[in-house]
Every structure is written in structure tokens, then in C-alpha cells.
């Protein structure tokens, strides 16, 4: 719950929208329509609308004065505050992005109490007053609220902060139903619908697909960001490369965290323009998010050219000394760098190629590296990729028997390997053999391995496998 800035990451850029006129006026919707689309901003008396615009802003470049700014815009509106029906609504939404504010440069204390705050605003709305408000807000607290880890699911629910992650996401599939045809409430429906299920759904194939043709259709640089990710999360790189193709030139200069995402697209597909797509997103965003990751993914190029190791060294030594890593990928990236000078290439090209959905291409990426002159520590990583590969080509008893292999190596290992291999070992012999007893022993065998890295998000994983028995 604490590390959760991506969770809401972009998402209440809609929490307040209404399809009835009575929560904002006609000046206040053209505003908004601006905002989305990131346009010269309309002139407002309203500080609901400052505050919303300080917000966006603050996300696209996480500067400090954007910070204040959005905080004297929150304090404006709550001085004027009369509790009236679209106040409400509007005191909600600010209150959820000063606890993103707040998570996002490391506040965590007050950034929850913001949410709480949010949360009871929340629970004293009157439905009755618009049942669609109510059930775009409803969706999005029953699946953040299923978020709780679960040693405080208990205490939490004695205050009424409990959720339900399919109930939510059945109400914001109704929820943007009902909004087709409006084109600023349907943008809100995507924003809030695509970025929770990046950070905690499962969305198929399909879903992203869909979501990638409205995103073209929105011409709106969040949901190009938001459409990239799901395309990266679910390795469909050539409809991530062709969004981010035929994303104009603006877009791009308006946010520019869609640079990074241009330049992993390209990276695993070992293209050398990713480089570029890397310096324009280190050059152009002024923020410290995936900086660090940026800079691992350009050291990694470097290593799998070969022909410039200085570069390689000199990249990764600007890494190391960045001393703030605000997500999850830049701690990861400091973890993953402290091996780089030794890595096998082919390791690296499998794993690009995979994370792209360049399943073949990886495979023989990996039969191009000989596993039996590489050590144990390297072993590891070979077997874990080449069972992910051929689980992914369907492949589920070579995947098993890769697994096995990991599972035997990774006894003193505190790498994610271990407990992951596991975990897909216990899945595929559930799913796809029947074999109950093999999978409860793997599930065994995870929970002793889980030591290291991603262990709450193992650890959550294993308890939903169980539940499955």
C-alpha cells in the first residue's frame, strides 16, 4: 500500500468527471479537455481546476514547484470548500492526488492519510445524487483497496477499507459502457480502466489490442503511455513499436517518460536506435523516475555490442550514483548492474528478445551460449529463461524439467529464480498436467526459496496458487 505511486500513476487524472452536468461547469469541461490532451490550458477562476492541471504537471516532470503549486491549489479549494454535491466529488479527486503526490516524493505517512482522507469523502457521497460518479468511484476503491497487504487486510476492513479487484474491474468495464460516444468521459473510463489493470489485472491479448486502437484513436500522450506499458507488460512489441511509429512528434514532447517506453520497444528488438530514444528521455524528462532503469538498458546495449566498453562502465557508474530511485525497475536496475561486466551476451539477447514476445529468437539466443562452461550463478539464469521460453512457446513439460534444474542450483541463492521457477513449476503441473501432488511440493519448494527479491509479490502468488487446490 506504502509503495504505491505507479498504483494511481495517471489514473485520477479521472476520478471526478460526471456524464450530468451538475459536478462541473461547461468552463470546467472544456479545461479538462485540455488537460487530457495536454493543451495550452484554458484561463479558470476554479481551484479544483488549478490544482488538477499542477497535478498532471507534477507527474510529467516531478518537479518541486509543481509540488507546491499543487498544494497551495488544494489548500485554495478547501478554504472555499461549502459542501456542496460537485465539491464533494472534487474534494475527493484532489485528496487521492495528494496522496499520490505525497507517496510519490516519499512522504508515506501523510501520502496515507491523504488517501484515507479520500476514502471517507468517498464513503459519505450520496449515490442517489449520480449513480454513474458513484460507480466509477466504487470501481476504483474496490480495486485499490484489494491492494492491502495481508497482514493489514484485517485492520483495514474494521474501517470499512476492504476491496474486491474483480468486483472493481466489472464496474469500470460497466462504468465505460456507459460513457461510449462521450469523448472526454470515455478518455477518463480508458485512463482509470487500462492503468489499474497495468498494475494489478491480468488483461489478455485482446484487451490490449482494443485498448492500443483507442489509444490511436485519443490522440491523448496518457493513453499512449498507458497503451505502450499494457503492450510492453503483456510482450506484444511490434504493436508497442508500431503505436509509439505513428505517435506524433508532440506527444512525445509533452510526456516524455513515452521516450523510455520507445526505447525499450526498440532495445528488445536490439535495435541501436534505442540509444537515441534513451537520451531524449534522459535529456527531456526532468524527473527521477526509470532514470536508472534508462541508463541499465542503455549499459546493456553497450555490453551486447561489444565494441565500446568504456561507454558501458562510464553509463553504469552515472547509475550507481543516482541516489534517488523512486520505482521499483530503478532499484532492480542497481541490483542487476553489479553483474553486468560478467554476463554472457547471450543471457542478455534472451532476455530482450523474450520480454518482447521474440520467443524463437530467444531460444536461440540461449543455443548460442553453451551451458555447461557457464557457473552455477549464470546456469541459473540460463535454465530460468530457456523454461519461460518454452512455457511460452507451450512447451509445459520442458518448461517443468528447465524449472527442476533452477530449483536445484538456487538453494543459496537469493535471486528471484528460485522462488519464481517454482512457482511456474507448481502452475504448469496444476494446470496442464493435473498432477496435484507435484505442484503442492513445488509450491513447497517455493516458500523455502522465497528469500530474496519480489518476495511479498511471491509470497501473494503462492497464496493465490493454494487457494486454487
Request: aromatic fraction near 14%; include cysteine; proline fraction near 3%.
Amino acid at each position: 500500500m506504502l509503495k504505491i505511486w505507479p498504483v494511481i500513476f495517471l489514473l485520477f487524472i479521472s476520478v471526478f468527471l460526471n456524464a450530468q452536468n451538475l459536478y462541473l461547469s461547461d468552463q470546467e469541461k472544456i479545461e479538462l479537455q485540455h488537460i487530457y490532451s495536454m493543451q495550452k490550458p484554458v484561463k479558470t477562476n476554479s481551484s479544483f481546476i488549478q490544482g488538477y492541471r499542477t497535478f498532471l504537471d507534477f507527474l510529467t516532470n516531478e518537479q518541486k514547484a509543481q509540488f507546491n503549486s499543487f498544494q497551495d491549489a488544494y489548500e485554495a479549494f478547501e478554504n472555499k470548500l461549502n459542501d456542496q454535491p460537485q465539491e464533494e466529488f472534487q474534494y475527493c479527486n484532489l485528496s487521492v492526488q495528494k496522496a499520490l503526490i505525497l507517496w510519490m516524493t516519499g512522504n508515506e505517512f501523510e501520502g496515507v492519510r491523504a488517501f484515507y482522507k479520500a476514502f471517507r469523502i468517498f464513503k459519505h457521497l450520496d449515490e442517489s445524487t449520480s449513480e454513474l460518479e458513484f460507480k466509477k468511484l466504487s470501481g476504483l476503491f474496490e480495486v485499490l483497496l484489494a491492494q492491502v497487504p495481508d497482514q493489514y487486510r484485517f485492520w483495514m476492513s474494521l474501517i470499512g477499507m476492504e476491496g474486491d479487484a474483480v468486483k472493481g474491474f466489472k464496474l469500470l468495464e460497466e462504468y465505460k459502457r456507459n460513457v461510449k460516444g462521450e469523448p472526454g468521459l470515455y478518455t477518463e473510463a480508458l485512463v482509470m480502466q487500462g492503468y489499474l489493470q497495468l498494475k494489478f489485472g491480468k488483461p489478455d491479448d485482446a484487451f490490449v489490442r482494443d485498448f492500443i486502437s483507442d489509444a490511436q484513436r485519443q490522440e491523448a500522450p496518457i493513453i499512449t503511455f498507458i497503451a505502450a506499458s499494457l503492450a510492453v507488460k503483456n510482450r506484444l512489441n511490434e504493436k508497442a513499436l508500431e503505436l509509439l511509429s505513428e505517435t506524433n512528434t508532440l506527444q512525445f514532447k509533452q510526456f516524455p517518460l513515452l521516450h523510455y517506453f520507445n526505447g525499450r520497444t526498440k532495445l528488445n528488438n536490439l535495435d541501436e536506435t534505442s540509444m537515441i530514444a534513451f537520451n531524449d528521455f534522459l535529456c527531456t524528462f526532468k524527473g527521477n523516475s526509470f532514470r536508472a532503469d534508462a541508463l541499465m538498458r542503455q549499459a546493456w546495449w553497450h555490453h551486447i555490442d561489444g565494441s565500446n566498453v568504456m561507454a558501458r562502465d562510464s553509463i553504469m557508474a552515472v547509475a550507481v550514483s543516482i541516489d534517488t530511485l523512486p520505482t521499483s525497475n530503478d532499484r532492480q536496475a542497481i541490483r542487476e548492474l553489479s553483474d553486468l561486466e560478467n554476463k554472457p551476451m547471450g543471457l542478455l539477447k534472451a532476455r530482450l528478445f523474450f520480454d518482447g514476445g521474440y520467443y524463437q529468437e530467444a531460444k536461440q539466443a540461449l543455443r548460442n551460449e553453451n551451458s555447461d562452461v557457464l557457473s552455477p550463478f549464470y546456469q541459473l539464469e540460463y535454465y530460468y529463461r530457456l523454461g519461460s521460453i518454452n512455457e511460452s512457446l507451450d512447451r509445459y513439460e520442458a518448461a517443468i524439467n528447465s524449472y527442476k534444474k533452477v530449483i536445484e542450483l538456487a538453494a543459496n541463492d537469493e535471486r528471484y529464480y528460485g522462488p519464481y521457477a517454482a512457482l511456474k513449476a507448481a502452475k504448469l503441473s496444476l494446470t496442464h498436467c493435473n498432477d496435484t501432488i507435484s505442484s503442492r511440493h513445488y509450491i513447497e519448494r517455493a516458500k523455502s526459496l522465497n528469500t530474496g527479491a519480489y518476495k511479498r509479490d511471491i509470497a501473494q502468488q503462492i497464496k493465490t496458487l493454494e487457494s486454487e487446490y
